[in-house]
T-cell receptor, first 117, second 111 residues
Framework: DAGITQSPRHKVTETGTPVTLRCHQT?????MYWYRQDPGHGLRLIHY???????DKGEVSDGYSVSRSKTEDFLLTLESATSSQTSVYFC????????????????FGQGTRLTVV | QKEVEQNSGPLSVPEGAIASLNCTYS??????FFWYRQYSGKSPELIMS????GDKEDGRFTAQLNKASQYVSLLIRDSQPSDSATYLC???????????FGAGTRLAVHP
């Protein structure tokens, strides 16, 4: 499982409430990502991080914020949850592979199923 | 908008046959490509990565890359019912090791 833990695994929340999802990794990888997965859309990038306090927006970042105060933790916050944010959220890390580490592969956490009612 | 396109399927093949999954991408700058398998309710699992033109084989899986045609494929030989899953094609694009995913192809292998 590449040492990635997401919490919570399931959450039901009400519209308008703030929600924070946590991604924790144990191997000090620099790059971390938050994706959401919806039927017919595959995985879409929300935000990503390339180091402590270094984050940037992905293609579907509206309504989301992130923080990375430690290498091992990447938090995704929905400031005011809406029904359109009902989805499955995946955290991923990027790992250097190959003889000289010139290539990369990405590995995913178990996912968080979020329902906004 | 950089994109990865896949046929959503379902692709239905009999047990023991070859399943052929295809993917096209729009970013000519992409150099690395990946196939993930995702069972229902589970997270994506990396099964193949390919970085150069040609074929790459790993067990029953063969990935094929043609950068001139911007085309990636995955062949699964001797398909088994346990191969029934959604297969996601992804391309590395835009720096910071970001991946762009296709919507996935659902494969059903029937006995």
């Amino acid at each position: 499982d590449a040492g990635i833990t997401q919490s919570p695994r399931h959450k039901v929340t009400e519209t308008g409430t703030p929600v924070t999802l946590r991604c924790h990794q144990t191997e000090n990888h620099r790059y971390m990502y938050w994706y959401r997965q919806d039927p017919g859309h595959g995985l879409r990038l929300i935000h990503y991080s390339y180091g402590v306090k270094d984050t940037d927006k992905g293609e579907v970042s509206d309504g989301y914020s992130v923080s990375r105060s430690k290498t091992e933790d990447f938090l995704l916050t929905l400031e005011s949850a809406t029904s359109s944010q009902t989805s499955v959220y995946f955290c991923a890390i990027s790992v250097a592979v190959g003889d000289r580490g010139l290539n990369t592969e990405a590995f995913f956490g178990q996912g968080t199923r979020l329902t906004v009612v | 908008q950089k994109e990865v396109e896949q046929n959503s399927g379902p692709l239905s093949v009999p047990e023991g046959a070859i399943a052929s999954l295809n993917c096209t991408y729009s970013d000519r700058g992409s150099q690395s490509f990946f196939w993930y398998r995702q069972y229902s309710g589970k997270s994506p699992e990396l099964i193949m990565s390919i970085y150069s033109n040609g074929d790459k084989e790993d067990g029953r899986f063969t990935a094929q890359l043609n950068k001139a045609s911007q085309y990636v494929s995955l062949l699964i030989r001797d398909s088994q019912p346990s191969d029934s899953a959604t297969y996601l094609c992804a391309a590395l694009s835009g720096g910071y090791n970001k991946l762009i995913f296709g919507a996935g192809t659902r494969l059903a292998v029937h006995p």
